[in-house]
């Protein structure tokens, strides 16, 4: 089946480190990956996604690039802010429509 | 456009009583889905439409029941709640374009608490 695995948070980094989650997927076929972001009270908004192999997501400084060998799409940012402070979800769609989520990733940033 | 709303955003219910949970969407979108968001469980999908009359079962659909008669509109029934479903309940709406990967718009969710 289906499923998405990530990293254990809550990440705790300063203000300008370098910031990765991680995110790993099961799937048959070729899904598309998603990272989507909530912001405290907030619903969840896209932050990036790639539909294929090799495809690098990036939106606001954060990035991911989808790998089929390691079936694997990470969360970079090259420097964090104190406004970066937030849940990250990774997910994948299946079935034309459906997302299934991990199970997010809290990431506090510190001044 | 308002986007995707729910209402309400908070309500406190006791065991075995009935509520509804609105959603509505004015971007036209032809898909709609209720999510759940449990702590360390990510969102899970209860139920999802692909068009006005047309429902199917998600992840997780024991103990609610949707319907939808308009494009527009996609409430959630709880008939007879019950703690396990105390949660944070989201909608989401997407277009359907062949061939397109649609991003999911997400409402600002509803907190159920059931004593």
């Known amino acids: 089946g289906n499923s998405v695995t990530q990293m254990e948070g809550p990440v705790t980094l300063s203000e300008e480190a370098f910031l990765t989650i991680n995110c790993t997927y099961t799937?048959?076929?070729?899904?598309?990956l998603f990272w989507y972001v909530q912001y405290p009270g907030e619903g969840l908004q896209l932050l990036l996604k790639?539909?294929?192999?090799?495809d690098k997501g990036s939106n606001k400084g954060f990035e991911a690039t989808y790998r089929k060998e390691t079936t694997s799409f990470h969360l970079e940012k090259g420097s964090v802010q104190v406004s970066d402070s937030a849940v990250y979800f990774c997910a994948l769609k299946y079935d034309t429509d459906k997302l299934i989520f991990g199970t997010g990733t809290r990431l506090q940033v510190f001044p | 456009n308002a986007g995707v709303t729910q209402t309400p955003k908070f309500q406190v219910l006791k065991t075995g009583q009935s509520m509804t949970l609105q959603c509505a969407q004015d971007?036209?979108?032809?898909?709609m889905s209720w999510y759940r968001q449990d702590p360390g469980m990510g969102l899970r999908l209860i139920h999802y439409s692909v068009g006005a009359g047309i429902t199917d079962q998600g992840e997780v659909p024991n103990g609610y029941n949707v319907s939808r008669s308009t494009t527009e509109d996609f409430p959630l029934r709880l008939l007879s709640a019950a703690p396990s479903q105390t949660s944070v309940y989201f909608c989401a709406s997407s277009y359907r374009g062949a061939g397109a990967v649609n991003e999911q718009f997400f409402g600002p969710g509803t907190r159920l608490t059931v004593l």
């Open positions: 971007m036209n979108h032809e898909y």
């Open positions: 799937a048959t076929g070729y899904p598309s």
């Open positions: 790639a539909t294929k192999a090799d």
